[in-house]
T-cell receptor, first 114, second 112 residues
Framework: AQSVSQHNHHVILSEAASLELGCNYS??????LFWYVQYPGQHLQLLLK??????LVKGIKGFEAEFIKSKFSFNLRKPSVQWSDTAEYFC????????????FGGGTRVLVKP | DAGITQSPRHKVTETGTPVTLRCHQT?????MYWYRQDPGHGLRLIHY???????DKGEVSDGYSVSRSKTEDFLLTLESATSSQTSVYFC???????????FGSGTQLSVL
């Protein structure tokens, strides 16, 4: 069974600092990759997704992620965070051969101090 | 938002009682999902549906059943609730393959 690993459970940083969240998955076949964000008290929202093409994907709110197939990774980045980026971030992977099941990582809680 | 309503939003129940959570969508999307969210585990898929009366198990399906008799409704039933099923439950919908999920607002379930 495929798995999705997010290396950091908690990240604390100051405003204007750069953010990088790691995500690795175990499946070797063709995948669709997602990052979702959950702001405090809210439901999950899509930040960005990768299906094919340019492995550097730009999402909403200044976030981007890079798909590195050889490393089975899809790390999320933001050059300069804001206090409003405080949230929990989830990486998710959909094996195309497995149909429509989406597997989530354990999440990373990000706290941005003003 | 994508027209998803979960009910109830909060529920407290006792061990051994049956509980049914409802997910209702107004988008006529084909795929519907039930996830549970627990600290450190992210979201784990319980069951999902790819059409009326077509459902399949996810990774944590034990103790749960689902039904989808209409496109718009996907019901999750805890046959005999246990304290380990205390969690936040999210419903999600997707229009087709290679599309993103749209999530509901969640149901906070506490089993005492």
């Amino acid at each position: 069974a495929q798995s999705v690993s997010q290396h950091n459970h908690h990240v604390i940083l100051s405003e204007a600092a750069s953010l990088e969240l790691g995500c690795n998955y175990s499946y070797g076949g063709t995948v669709n990759l997602f990052w979702y964000v959950q702001y405090p008290g809210q439901h999950l929202q899509l930040l960005l997704k990768y299906f094919s093409g340019d492995p550097l994907v730009k999402g909403i709110k200044g976030f981007e992620a890079e798909f590195i197939k050889s490393k089975f990774s899809f790390n999320l980045r933001k050059p300069s965070v804001q206090w409003s980026d405080t949230a929990e971030y989830f990486c998710a992977v959909n094996e195309r051969a497995a149909g429509n099941k989406l597997t989530f990582g354990g999440g990373t809680r990000v706290l941005v101090k003003p | 938002d994508a027209g998803i309503t979960q009910s109830p939003r909060h529920k407290v129940t006792e061990t051994g009682t049956p509980v049914t959570l409802r997910c209702h969508q107004t988008e006529n999307h084909r795929y519907m999902y039930w996830y549970r969210q627990d600290p450190g585990h992210g979201l784990r898929l319980i069951h999902y549906s790819y059409g009326v009366k077509d459902t399949d198990k996810g990774e944590v399906s034990d103790g749960y059943s689902v039904s989808r008799s209409k496109t718009e409704d996907f019901l999750l039933t805890l046959e005999s609730a246990t304290s380990s099923q205390t969690s936040v439950y999210f419903c999600a919908i997707k229009p087709a393959t290679n599309e993103k999920l749209f999530f509901g607002s969640g149901t906070q379930l506490s089993v005492l």
